[in-house]
């Protein structure tokens, strides 16, 4: 994230949430990516498009990303958000307006809600 914004790891709070533009996460293609992103605590990742490598990898790793195009038009720096996964919907709370995205299917769902695949293969085997 430095390449961005040099101030990146001192600014981020836990829960917070990056809006990106198209294909995040572009030329990541181990889980190392994504748990840093978690490491910093944040909530969510919500852009146009991701790699398509990242958004597997963020699945297995248990972290739910978001994918809506009209995001990053819709949500400013400092915005209180909230999150409905299941149903798709991102409340802008600052600016007072509902942002719809497609969630993700329930097998991903259930992968993420326990924590990541290994630990969902784990479960399923018990």
Not at 18 to 44: L, M, N, P, Y
Not at 55 to 81: H, M, Q, T
Request: hydrophobic share 40%.
């Amino acid at each position: 994230m430095e390449d961005l914004d040099k101030e990146f790891v001192k600014k981020v709070r836990p829960g917070d949430v990056i809006v990106a533009g198209e294909d995040f996460g572009c030329g990541s293609s181990r889980e190392h990516a994504v748990w840093a992103i978690r490491g910093a605590k944040v909530q969510t990742v919500i852009a146009k498009s991701f790699a398509r490598i990242f958004y597997r990898n963020a699945i297995n790793c248990g972290f739910y990303l978001i994918e809506s195009p009209d995001a990053l038009e819709k949500i400013k720096d400092g915005d209180e958000v909230e999150f409905d996964f299941k149903t798709g919907l991102i409340k802008n709370k600052t600016a007072g307006m509902n942002i719809r995205f497609s969630p993700l299917p329930d097998f991903a769902l259930e992968i993420i809600n326990d924590g990541g695949l290994l630990q969902h293969i784990t479960k399923a085997h018990k």
